[in-house]
């Protein structure tokens, strides 16, 4: 069974904080995923990477960076948090970018 | 915008009925999908269905997909009180950087009482 772990299930920062989510595959995919997910609004995609060292901005980016190093882990980096980007944050991998996704059991992080 | 919109947005019903819930796009695809999410949990997927295919099943679910009208529908039979989680659907899109994504709805929560 594929396995997406993610380093934390609750986070509690303070503003202006630098933090760090971390989002760890078993299956040898190529491509993982970063979401935020608010009520009423859905999962929107922050960033994907599809190969080590390779990403690609998705639809909300702007606050975060992210860091592929390893094949199997996909770090989420927050420069400097702020009160807005308290969320769940979903992580996921694909064999391919638009096939099924296999997600981690998600970090919710409140921000201070 | 949304690429894929769920109807209805909440669905409440009795354990032993069906459930139904509507999913529709804008852009063609090449594939549509279903997922579940237990309250505070990642998502599971639990159908992908091409947009070659008409209809899908997996156990008690059926899917079906109208490419045509830009529409699919998940059903779940014999509903039990365990199947109570969100159901989103996910349908292919093209990033701005020229890379397909997935693209998700927004849900419909679903409540089976025992």
């Known amino acids: 069974d594929v396995k997406v772990t993610q380093s934390s299930r609750y986070l509690v920062k303070r503003t202006g904080e630098k933090v760090f989510l971390e989002c760890v595959q078993d299956?040898?995919?190529?491509?993982m995923f970063w979401y935020r997910q608010d009520p009423g609004l859905g999962l929107r995609l922050i960033y994907f990477?599809?190969?080590?060292?390779?990403?690609e901005k998705g639809d909300i980016p702007e606050g975060y960076s992210v860091s592929r190093e390893k094949k199997e882990r996909f770090s989420l980096i927050l420069e400097s948090a702020s009160t807005n980007q308290t969320s769940m944050y979903l992580c996921?991998?694909?064999?391919?970018?638009?096939?099924?996704?296999?997600f981690g059991p998600g970090t919710r992080l409140l921000v201070l | 915008s949304q690429q894929g919109e769920e109807d209805p947005q909440a669905l409440s019903i009795q354990e032993g009925e069906n459930a139904t819930m509507n999913c529709s796009y804008k852009?063609?695809?090449?594939?549509l999908q279903w997922y579940r999410q237990n309250s505070g949990r990642g998502l599971v997927h639990l159908i992908l269905?091409?947009?070659?295919?008409r209809e899908k099943h997996s156990g008690r679910l059926r899917v079906t997909l109208d490419t045509s009208k830009k529409s699919s529908s998940l059903l779940i039979t014999a509903s039990r009180a365990a199947d109570t989680a969100s159901y989103f659907c996910?349908?292919?899109?093209?990033?701005?950087?020229?890379?397909?994504?997935?693209?998700f709805g927004k849900g419909t929560k679903l409540t089976v009482n025992p």
């Open positions: 996921a991998s694909s064999t391919t970018l638009y096939e099924t996704q296999y």
């Open positions: 299956m040898d995919h190529e491509n």
């Open positions: 990477s599809y190969d080590v060292k390779m990403k």
């Open positions: 852009t063609s695809i090449n594939n």
């Open positions: 269905i091409r947009s070659n295919e």
């Open positions: 996910a349908t292919d899109v093209r990033a701005q950087g020229g890379s397909e994504k997935l693209v």
